[in-house]
């Protein structure tokens, strides 16, 4: 089975504080995501990539970085928090495969509150 | 733009059936999948379509009309287990062909 880890299932910061969110899996996928879940929107793409060192901005990357300097590992970063930054964070890996349903597999996640 | 529209919340009754719809728009469609989430848990995979008509996996069936830009989830013999959140994704062309996620649909199941 996949299996998708991340670092903490609930975390509280202070607003200005550097966060770091770390992902792992363990299936050797090419792609990994980080989304951010609020209720009523759905899931959010925050950014993406596919290889090691690649990524790629998603639909609401303002406020975030990320690092993949191991093809296991995927970390999200809030340079500065915000208390709107405030929410459940979801990690992803699929295996990349084009033409394919690449269905996408998740972490527990992380649920953030920025104070 | 992109757009998912989906109902928030449906509520059935324990061992009947139920269609959870799903709209899009987009341009340069290339498929929907369906992923549900119990309260808590993490979204996880259900079903797919890449091309119209009914694909069944067990008791859940998914379908897809292209030409409607709608899809739909259908879960027969409900169970109290299937109480959870249920979401379409849409991947096109206009998505960089990453997912595009619906709000979420409640499912209710009442005994």
């Known amino acids: 089975d996949v299996k998708v880890t991340q670092s903490s299932r609930y975390l509280v910061k202070r607003t200005g504080e550097k966060v770091f969110l770390e992902c792992v899996q363990d299936?050797?996928?090419?792609?990994m995501f980080w989304y951010r879940q609020d209720p009523g929107l759905g899931l959010r793409l925050i950014y993406f990539?596919?290889?090691?060192?690649?990524?790629e901005k998603g639909d609401i990357p303002e406020g975030y970085s990320v690092s993949r300097e191991k093809k296991e590992r995927f970390s999200l970063i809030l340079e500065s928090a915000s208390t709107n930054q405030t929410s459940m964070y979801l990690c992803?890996?699929?295996?990349?495969?084009?033409?394919?349903?690449?269905?996408?597999?998740f972490g527990p996640g992380t649920r953030l509150t920025v104070l | 733009g992109q757009s998912l529209e989906q109902p928030s919340e449906v509520t059935a009754v324990e061992g009947a059936i139920v269609q959870i719809n799903c709209t899009y728009q987009?341009?340069?469609?290339?498929?929907l999948s369906w992923y549900q989430q119990h309260d808590g848990g993490a979204p996880t995979f259900l079903s797919y379509?890449?091309l119209d008509g009914l694909e069944e996996t067990g008791r859940f069936s998914s379908f897809l009309s292209r030409s409607d830009s709608y899809g739909y989830l259908l879960l027969q013999e409900l169970q109290m287990k299937d109480s959870a959140s249920y979401f379409c994704?849409?991947?096109?062309?206009?998505?960089?062909?990453?997912?595009?996620w619906g709000a979420g649909t409640k499912l209710i199941i009442k005994p």
């Open positions: 992803a890996s699929s295996k990349g495969l084009a033409g394919s349903t690449d269905t996408q597999y």
């Open positions: 299936m050797d996928h090419e792609n």
């Open positions: 990539s596919y290889d090691v060192k690649m990524k």
């Open positions: 987009t341009s340069g469609f290339y498929g």
């Open positions: 379509n890449g």
């Open positions: 994704a849409v991947r096109s062309r206009d998505s960089n062909y990453q997912l595009i």
